[in-house]
Structure formats: structure tokens, C-alpha cells
């Protein structure tokens, strides 16, 4: 029995961020669907965040739980609002 090998890559992204990811400018919308692609737009957004003090080096190993580290209003964590 022949025919061609079909490989199945993972998801890394959800649509959103994929589709956000285009409009940026950091994936070129045919390789949106290549997990690679889309793993390396990630890590240039990342890098271009840390680079202008958006984010530090810290925060991008996170738990998913402490990924807003300014909160909801816009304080940060451990501290209170308004």
C-alpha cells in the first residue's frame, strides 16, 4: 500500500492570536499555518516587548496565572486599585 506521508503539525496558537500576529506584521499570512512560523513570530514579538520594556525577561516564563502582571486595573499584582 503506497502513498505520501501527510504530517500533521501542532497547534501553537489559537486563531486570535495567529490572526493578530498577521495584522502586526510578524507572520506572513501563507505560513499561518505552520507551527514553526508561527512559534517564531511569537518569540520576535516577545523579544521586540522585552527590547522596548513592555514586558522583562521574567515574565516570559510565567505560569499562565501570573501572564498580567499589571491586573485588570491596570495596578499591579499584590497591589490595590483606584
Given at each position: 500500500m503506497g502513498g505520501a506521508v501527510v504530517r500533521l503539525e501542532?497547534?501553537?496558537?489559537?486563531?486570535a492570536v495567529i490572526t493578530k500576529l498577521v495584522e502586526l506584521g510578524y507572520l506572513q499570512?501563507?505560513?499561518?499555518?505552520?507551527?514553526?512560523?508561527?512559534?517564531?513570530a511569537i518569540d520576535r514579538l516577545r523579544s521586540d516587548l522585552v527590547r522596548q520594556g513592555?514586558?522583562?525577561?521574567?515574565?516570559?516564563?510565567?505560569?499562565?496565572?501570573d501572564e498580567d502582571q499589571r491586573g485588570l486595573l491596570g495596578t499591579k499584582i499584590g497591589e490595590r486599585g483606584p
Amino acid at each position: 500500500m503506497g502513498g505520501a506521508v501527510v504530517r500533521l503539525e501542532r497547534r501553537v496558537a489559537s486563531l486570535a492570536v495567529i490572526t493578530k500576529l498577521v495584522e502586526l506584521g510578524y507572520l506572513q499570512p501563507g505560513a499561518r499555518h505552520r507551527a514553526t512560523a508561527v512559534e517564531r513570530a511569537i518569540d520576535r514579538l516577545r523579544s521586540d516587548l522585552v527590547r522596548q520594556g513592555v514586558i522583562c525577561d521574567s515574565n516570559l516564563s510565567s505560569s499562565l496565572k501570573d501572564e498580567d502582571q499589571r491586573g485588570l486595573l491596570g495596578t499591579k499584582i499584590g497591589e490595590r486599585g483606584p
